[in-house]
């Protein structure tokens, strides 16, 4: 079993987006192997963004409504990705990698932006999935 944690600063847009979208995919792919959460960093209960909710829905991922949860204490058995280097270097964990990593930039923050930017922010964590799905089947 792979278990994956996406990690940015509150879990209202960027992380809980990259965990619904790839539990997307992995359920189009029939991937069974594989488990998705996402954390915030500095979250503090607040509702996933609406902007985040219709970007999903666009997208054809749950955009059901759930509370940001606060990352805690580190399992060594997850992978940790974060939206951001300066992310990842908050984490100590050997097993965590950023989405610089994944496809050559940070995805930088869309919170209190226009929808636009949360979709163009979703396409950047789509690319990175694509990425991680390789680097899983290689694994595998």
């Known amino acids: 079993m792979i278990k994956i944690c996406f990690v940015c600063t509150g ?8 965990e619904r979208l790839l539990k997307k995919v992995i359920k189009e792919k029939k991937i069974d ?21 219709k970007t999903l829905k666009r997208l054809n991922a749950s955009s059901q409504n759930r509370k940001s949860i606060k ?6 058995n997850i992978l940790y990705i974060t939206m951001t280097d300066s992310q990842k270097n908050k984490i100590n964990s ?26 163009e922010t979703a396409l950047q964590i789509q690319k990175g999935i694509e990425v991680l799905i390789e680097k899983i089947n290689l694994w595998r």
Request: aromatic fraction near 6%; glycine fraction near 8%.
């Open 71 to 76: 990352l805690g204490k580190i399992d060594k």
């Open 94 to 119: 050997k097993k965590v990698l950023s989405f610089k990593s994944l496809i050559g930039e940070d995805v930088l923050d869309p919170y209190g932006l226009d929808e636009e930017a949360y979709f």
């Open 11 to 18: 879990n209202t847009c960027r992380s809980i987006m990259a």
């Open 33 to 53: 192997d594989v488990k998705v959460i996402s954390r915030g960093l500095e979250a503090t209960g607040e509702q996933i963004t609406d902007n985040a909710k």
